[in-house]
């Protein structure tokens, strides 16, 4: 029995196909009560208290009326299994629609229609934002921290971006003096944020939209969901466009601090390559120059 099998198990479920494998394997689940997503945490990735602490904060948003995905129960209740190999399981609802977009993949649908989307997603970010500080968080809730030390500290979460080997002298000059400034610039709210909104992590249906992938979420910069949400269009011709279509929906004018929170998602993710790409990855690459000329407009 495959530790997906031994999982599906544990909410009668079946395996239909594997949906995505990056931090966490991701899984099509058929249940008795319908389909699901089944989840296979990645050992030492983030705690059973944390993981735990993440299937907290989406049933509550749920329960608000929020588009995101609520944990289901296994056969004996639990909300999170542990696994023989190590990892932990969790089954979450289905949540239907079509991504947003793909990383390094232009939008198909008509601008028009897409500024429409980010103005939906704005809003939807400002609603989990509003709703989450009205949660009288659990005494054990514990989750990563997306603060200045997360991001620009001298540990990252994600690691020392600047150290990354495939960078030249010249371009790791560049990311540390990227981390520098926005070690002065980054202020703002800090709350519960998602921190991956990704445009493979927003559903479309028709004109409204839905989150998943909460495995990153955790307390950071609330503008920090902004700049996530604009990170892989930020070098395309129409990027101011939906930067100010998200930030209209969302409520706030402070351009300058979304582009802040662009850059540092940027940053953060050239460490993100590091240790989970071979060597000879291209994304590497590409990740560099796009986190070189996120620095470029930021810091002029």
Known sequence: MTPAEEAAAHWYGRIVRLLRDRENQVLELATPQ???????????????????????????????GLPVPAALPARDGALLVPLSDGRHASVIAWM??????????PDARPLAQVLDLYHALGSLLARVHRVTDGLTLPVDFTRPRWDREGLVGDDPLWGRFWDHPAATPDQRGTLIRARDALRERLTGVIGLIHADILRENVLVNGRSVSLIDFDDSGFGYRLLDLGTALVQTVQHPEHPQLRDALMAGYGTTDTAMVEAFTLARSLASVGWTMPRLAPGDPIHQSHIARALYCAARVLG
């Open 34 to 64: 319908g389909r699901a997503a089944l989840r296979l945490h990645r050992a030492g990735y983030q705690s059973a208290a944390a993981i735990r602490s993440e299937l907290w904060w989406c049933a509550e948003l749920a329960r608000a």
């Open 96 to 105: 239907d629609g079509e991504a947003l977009g793909e990383a390094s993949r």
